[in-house]
């Protein structure tokens, strides 16, 4: 079959040939549709973020994907059923406590194995197999757009973390701002908008810019950070009862504090390089406690909210996600599938088409 990897020393993914799986007891084997490409995968491309195999001189990417059961093996799944799986998963040598919780999101990085990130192989190639308790099923009609469930559920756990950090009082929040006007970003700012009155998206491009164009088609409005630095929003416009950091640009972690309004919480998603800066830590300090503020981090995303993201995304307007997703690519055009431009906003590498057998 055929897999797109990432060889030890290479700068650039390439299509490998690779034995299709077997799956071992309790385990699936799912035909792959699609799995989209994000910051991550450029990441661990540019050898700044995850690693490989232990044994292997490759890495398989791709973390977000959808697929079609072909062989339940004795599990609960049937032929035909879509899923998709979710990314986390036990090292070799057994499972840690957070997986015997159900909570293999909220382990610390050296506990766990990321499938195409972290000492496992992706799901981009022609079929994977997974452990059955790894794979969500969902609707037949999302199985076009079911490599979004994965980075949708991302923001469903940091806006669940954000509403816990502040179930100690009667939280009301109103106004939401979106830090990153990339994919995630806008996936975010539509969902964000189901429940917020008024929403906000930061980002760093000049009109005209299809970016631009989703966030004031979804009713937000956009904030140039070169015209308008975050910590000047509360003057310029209102400050924030939540904010939603996806940008890994470290300062904007410190200016969300000020951004925020009393109350309020901003969850930080971006993993920035070390980057050693000056900042007012007593003033940020004090606002924190004075005002009731929180920062809340966010990593990686659980079963539940797989669930939720499923939800999220059946809800989506059509027009949202045909402009979102700028690509989709068979490994043919694999150069084009990973080009990072102002042009690509979301892409995915296909491997079948849906109603394929």
């Given at each position: 079959?055929?897999?797109?990897?990432?060889k030890?020393?290479?700068?650039?993914?390439?299509?490998?040939?690779?034995?299709?799986?077997?799956?071992?007891?309790?385990?699936?084997?799912?035909?792959?549709?699609r799995?989209?490409?994000?910051?991550?995968?450029?990441?661990?491309?540019?050898?700044?973020?995850?690693?490989?195999?232990?044994?292997?001189?490759?890495?398989?990417?791709?973390?977000?994907?959808?697929?079609?059961?072909?062989?339940?093996?004795?599990?609960?799944?049937?032929?035909?059923?879509?899923?998709?799986?979710?990314?986390?998963?036990?090292?070799?040598?057994?499972?840690?406590?957070?997986?015997?919780?159900?909570?293999?999101?909220?382990?610390?990085?050296?506990?766990?194995?990321?499938?195409?990130?972290t000492?496992?192989?992706?799901?981009?190639?022609d079929?994977?197999?997974?452990?059955?308790?790894?794979?969500?099923?969902?609707?037949?009609?999302?199985?076009?757009?079911?490599?979004?469930?994965?980075?949708?559920?991302?923001?469903?756990?940091?806006?669940?973390?954000?509403?816990?950090?502040?179930?100690?009082?009667?939280?009301?929040?109103?106004?939401?701002?979106?830090?990153?006007?990339?994919?995630?970003?806008?996936?975010?700012?539509a969902m964000?908008?189901?429940?917020?009155?008024?929403?906000?998206?930061?980002?760093?491009?000049?009109?005209?810019?299809?970016?631009?164009?989703?966030?004031?088609?979804?009713?937000?409005?956009?904030?140039?950070?070169?015209?308008?630095?975050?910590?000047?929003?509360?003057?310029?416009?209102?400050?924030?009862?939540?904010?939603?950091?996806?940008?890994?640009?470290?300062?904007?972690?410190?200016?969300?504090?000020?951004?925020?309004?009393?109350n309020?919480?901003?969850?930080?998603?971006?993993?920035?390089?070390?980057?050693?800066?000056?900042?007012?830590?007593?003033?940020?300090?004090?606002?924190?406690?004075?005002?009731?503020?929180a920062?809340?981090?966010?990593?990686?995303?659980?079963?539940?909210?797989?669930?939720?993201?499923?939800?999220?995304?059946?809800?989506?307007?059509?027009?949202?996600?045909?402009?979102?997703?700028?690509?989709?690519y068979?490994?043919?055009?694999?150069?084009?599938?990973?080009?990072?431009?102002?042009?690509?906003?979301?892409?995915?590498?296909?491997?079948?088409?849906?109603?394929?057998?």
């Open positions: 079959m055929h897999a797109v990897a990432l030890r020393g290479a700068s650039a993914p390439e299509v490998i040939d690779k034995p299709r799986p077997d799956p071992d007891s309790g385990e699936v084997l799912v035909r792959t549709l799995v989209g490409i994000d910051g991550t995968d450029y990441e661990v491309i540019a050898g700044h973020h995850g690693g490989f195999p232990a044994d292997d001189d490759h890495l398989v990417l791709g973390h977000e994907a959808v697929g079609v059961v072909v062989d339940p093996n004795d599990t609960a799944f049937k032929e035909g059923d879509v899923v998709v799986p979710t990314v986390r998963r036990p090292l070799p040598d057994g499972p840690t406590e957070y997986f015997e919780r159900g909570e293999p999101d909220m382990a610390p990085p050296e506990d766990v194995v990321e499938r195409g990130i000492g496992g192989h992706g799901f981009m190639s079929y994977f197999t997974s452990p059955a308790e790894f794979l969500l099923p969902i609707p037949d009609d999302l199985a076009e757009w079911g490599f979004l469930v994965e980075p949708i559920s991302i923001a469903e756990k940091a806006v669940e973390h954000a509403y816990a950090s502040r179930s100690a009082f009667d939280w009301r929040p109103e106004s939401a701002l979106v830090l990153g006007n990339g994919s995630l970003g806008l996936l975010t700012l964000l908008g189901q429940s917020f009155e008024r929403t906000y998206c930061l980002g760093r491009r000049d009109r005209p810019d299809p970016t631009i164009d989703i966030i004031e088609e979804l009713g937000a409005t956009y904030v140039d950070s070169r015209e308008t630095p975050v910590s000047e929003i509360p003057d310029a416009y209102e400050s924030m009862d939540f904010i939603f950091e996806a940008t890994g640009y470290p300062k904007h972690a410190f200016e969300s504090i000020e951004a925020l309004a009393p309020g919480v901003a969850a930080l998603l971006g993993v920035p390089d070390s980057w050693p800066f000056e900042i007012d830590g007593g003033k940020l300090h004090r606002e924190l406690v004075m005002h009731n503020k920062l809340v981090g966010s990593v990686n995303s659980g079963y539940r909210h797989f669930e939720a993201a499923t939800e999220t995304l059946s809800s989506l307007p059509d027009w949202l996600l045909d402009d979102l997703v700028t690509g989709i068979d490994t043919s055009n694999l150069a084009d599938a990973f080009a990072d431009d102002e042009t690509t906003i979301k892409a995915a590498v296909k491997f079948y088409d849906h109603e394929e057998r």
